[in-house]
C-alpha cells in the first residue's frame, strides 16, 4: 500500500514526519469531505464515509473487494469446473480413471491366467467374492470363468482339478493319483486320526450340534479327551451351549470340510448304507 509523508505542525525536519497510509478521498462539493481536523492537524477519514466506500464495493485503500472464502462468485454450487471457466482435472492415476482403464483391458486369457496364479499359492478355499475384489472385475465373471477353469481341466485330464470346497474354490489332486501324492507327502510317516477320533468325529458330523455327552452316549464311552484332541487340531469347535443343561456345543470347522473336499455338511454321504439291518434291535437290546 503507498504511503505519503504527511509533516507534524511544529516541525521542519523530515525525520521527524509520520508515516501514514494513503486514503481514498471521496470529493464533495466542498472539497475534501469527510476528514475532521486533529488537534495536530492531521486528517483522519470519517467513519460515515468508509461506511459509503464499504457499501460499494471498495476497501478504504481503493481496492475490489474480493469474495469471502464461504461465497460462490457466479457459480452454482452444484456446478463443476467447466462453469466456473476452468478445465476439468484429469483422473488421478490410481482412482477411478484407472479402475475403469483396468477394468476394459483385461481380457480372458490375462483372467484366466491370474485366477491360476492366485489358486496355486492359497492356503484354503478362497471366494468368488474375494476374487473379484483383488481382480477388480465382476462376480459373476469370476464365477463362469472358474467354471470354464474346472471344466478344462477335467476334459485334458490333468492330475489335479478345480474343485468347490468349504464355500470357496481350491485346486486338489485327482483321486486316482492319491496312492503317488501319499508316498510322496507321507514317505513313512504319518500323523493320522485314531479309530476312537475318527468315530467321534463321525458322529460330531452327522449330530452336530451336540453336546459331550450325547456323544458319549452314542460311542458307550467317555470322549472328553477325544473332543480336545478334535479341537486342538481345528476339526470340531465350540458353537454356543444347550438352553436346557448349558452343556457346550460342537459342530465341525471350515478345515474339517477343506480336508474332505466338501462344499457343505450336506454332501456327507447318507448312513443307511452302512448301519446293520438289525439296527433298531440293537438300540433297543438292554445293556
Known sequence: MAEQDVPVEGSDSVAERQQFPAREVVDEPTGVAGLADGPTGVAHPADEDVAVVEQAGQRPGGEKRG???DEAVGVPEDAGPDAAGEPAAAPVPGG????????????????RG???????????????????QVLEQPTERISAMLQRLSAGY???GHGFELRR???????????????????????????????????????????QPVTRSRISAIRGVNCDGVIRTLVTRGLVEECGTEPESGAFL????????????LDTVAQLPPLAPFLP???????DAPR
Open 154 to 156: 477335467t476334459a485334458a
Open 165 to 207: 470346497a468349504a464355500g470357496g474354490w481350491r485346486l486338489y489332486t485327482r483321486p486316482e493319483y492319491a496312492t503317488y501324492v501319499e508316498r510322496f507327502v507321507l514317505d513313512g510317516q504319518s500323523v493320522r486320526l485314531t479309530q476312537a477320533a475318527l468315530e467321534t468325529l463321525a458322529v460330531v458330523a452327522y449330530k
Open 67 to 69: 469474495a469471502e472464502p
Open 250 to 261: 460342537y459342530r465341525t470347522t471350515t478345515l474339517f470340510l477343506e480336508k474332505l473336499g
Open 277 to 283: 439291518d438289525d439296527v433298531e434291535e440293537i438300540a
Open 114 to 132: 491370474a485366477l491360476e496364479a492366485i489358486l496355486l499359492v492359497v492356503d484354503e478355499p478362497v471366494t468368488e467374492i474375494l476374487l473379484a
Open 96 to 111: 477411478a480413471g484407472r479402475r475403469a482403464t483396468a477394468l476394459a483391458l483385461i481380457d480372458d486369457d490375462e483372467l
